[in-house]
């Protein structure tokens, strides 16, 4: 839609598509232009089609653990890790960031498979010796390269969910990769990591939510 898009029109075009059936899947993608209510608009999307799963409904099932959709980035990282069999339960997990798409959510999944979960953000205090204590850090903070190896314990898995510029222009992660690889058991790297995992993850909840609709 063009940017000149009024909060009506745009709650309109969810609506419909609420009630299309052959879409089974919506997305808003934010950051929506500033005249428009991004809340108000997630919170039109039906719960059964939030592919998402920004909606307060299914961030509350997220939160009881009883869910039908998972937000694609965290749950593309949990992905990873049972791909690469690296166990959660028992570990001291850390999540730098905390914003409602990924640092919250993804505390709340490695807390769901009983890892020790601390959440830290911009007024976090200590914050080196915190990430030096994790057996699994999880970047989610949108500043290049802010994760050096000083901050990494030996041997820690490293999940990189940044995607930032460098100084020049170039696509990176929240982690000081180069430096940080020589340390850790395992990292991902920017691009082609937690990246292609989110797009995955997409998918496979778009493919759930036509299978509830179709009571499959
Ligand atoms: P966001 O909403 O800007 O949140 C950033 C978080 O980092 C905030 O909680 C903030 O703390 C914290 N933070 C900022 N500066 C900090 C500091 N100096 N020390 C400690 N914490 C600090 O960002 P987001 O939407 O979560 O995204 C984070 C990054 O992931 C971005 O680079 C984004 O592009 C990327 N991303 C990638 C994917 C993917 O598919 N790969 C998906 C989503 C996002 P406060 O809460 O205190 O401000």
Known sequence: MPKETTQEELLELVETLNHKKDINGILVQLPLPEHLDDKAVIEAISPLKDVDAFHAVNVGKIM???YDFLPCTPSGVMEM???YNIPVSGKNCV?????NIVGKPMAMLLLHENGTVTICHSRTQNLAEISSS?????AAVGKPKFVTADMVKDGAVVIDVGMDRDENGKLCG?????NV????SYITPVPGGVGPMTISTL???????AKIQNNL
């Open 95 to 99: 999540v730098i960031g905390r914003s």
């Open 203 to 209: 998918m496979k909840n778009t493919l759930k939510a």
């Open 181 to 184: 690889k020589e340390k850790c």
């Open 174 to 178: 929240d982690v000081d990769f180069e």
């Open 81 to 83: 890790l049972h791909a």
């Open 134 to 138: 994790a057996d699994i850090l999880v």
């Open 64 to 66: 009881l653990g009883e």
